[in-house]
């Protein structure tokens, strides 16, 4: 697959893993991140990813840094959104500001990525968007609202413009993980995440190569007939 992809949040956790597929899958890879540079600059050093700072909450900056990247790599033909952020709180503690941000970045941060890289992809007859939604966001969670909102909406997103995209080659498609071994799930305590294993049919915590494979197969050549489509990885824990 000789495509061009960018993928947002592509420097760590799970976007790293669907990062480093692409470019093993064939891709010219671009990584976007927001403000770990350290994460960044080790992670271009190990892969030879390049990565671009900017926020995927920000219109304007994601206007002008898809810019740059199709100037240093070529248009863009596969974009993965998967930058996202939690800002938990039960309902009557959650202020304004964390349900903002969240909805800011996890829902907003898809379209102001998607809105710029659109009318290339159109003109040239083909594009792949994959945005990263949520188990959480297809079953609602206890302390999430802002988040599960957010993600039902990347959901909401990817079916409507799935439609709009059909007959332009365009393929639209929201791949939901599971509970996934990155570094936020390996931190909370060992009791907590046996809890959370107990709850998962195969017994264990996704990987994220698991996540990154699935966004692999859609992102490719011969995934145009599945579009609108959301595809749960979750290890039997939930059906939708
Ligand atoms: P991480 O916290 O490990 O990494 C998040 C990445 O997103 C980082 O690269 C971060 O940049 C970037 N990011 C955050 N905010 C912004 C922003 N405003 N603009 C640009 N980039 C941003 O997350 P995960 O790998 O765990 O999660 C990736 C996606 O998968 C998220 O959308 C998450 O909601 C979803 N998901 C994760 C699950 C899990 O079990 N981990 C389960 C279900 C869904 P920086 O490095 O600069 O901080």
């Keep these: 697959m000789t495509r061009t992809a960018i993928v947002t949040g592509g420097s760590r956790g799970i976007g790293a893993a669907i990062s480093k597929a692409l470019q093993a899958a ?9 403000g770990n540079d350290e994460a960044a600059a080790a992670f271009t ?16 900056a994601c206007a002008a840094g898809i810019a740059k990247v ?3 790599l070529g248009p863009i033909e596969v974009l993965v959104n998967n930058a996202g952020i939690t800002r938990d ?15 800011d970045t996890n829902l ?5 990525m998607t ?22 966001g297809q079953k609602g969670q206890f302390g999430q609202v802002n988040y599960s909102a957010a993600k039902a909406g990347d959901i909401g997103f990817t079916r409507a413009l799935a439609q709009e995209g059909a007959a332009k080659g365009i393929t639209v498609n929201a791949v939901c993980p599971g509970y996934i071994a990155t570094e936020m799930v390996m931190a909370v305590p060992e009791q907590v995440r046996e809890a959370i294993v107990g709850q998962i049919p ?4 996704g990987e994220v190569d698991e996540i990154a494979r699935c966004v692999t197969f859609l992102a490719s050549d011969e995934a145009g007939f599945i579009t609108g489509s959301t595809i749960s990885a979750n290890g039997g824990q939930y059906f939708s």
Aim: proline share 5%; net charge positive; glycine share 10%.
């Design 26 to 34: 064939g891709c010219k890879v671009a990584a976007n991140y927001a």
């Design 45 to 60: 050093k190990e892969t030879g990813i390049p990565t671009y700072k900017w926020s995927v909450a920000d219109y304007d």
């Design 70 to 72: 199709e100037a240093d």
């Design 89 to 103: 709180a039960p309902f009557h503690k959650m202020t304004a500001g964390k349900w903002r941000d969240v909805i």
């Design 108 to 112: 907003s941060g898809i379209f102001n």
């Design 115 to 136: 809105h710029p890289v659109w009318p290339g992809m159109r003109e040239r007859g083909f594009g792949r968007i994959i945005n990263i939604s949520s188990l959480n």
């Design 202 to 205: 195969v017994g264990r915590l």
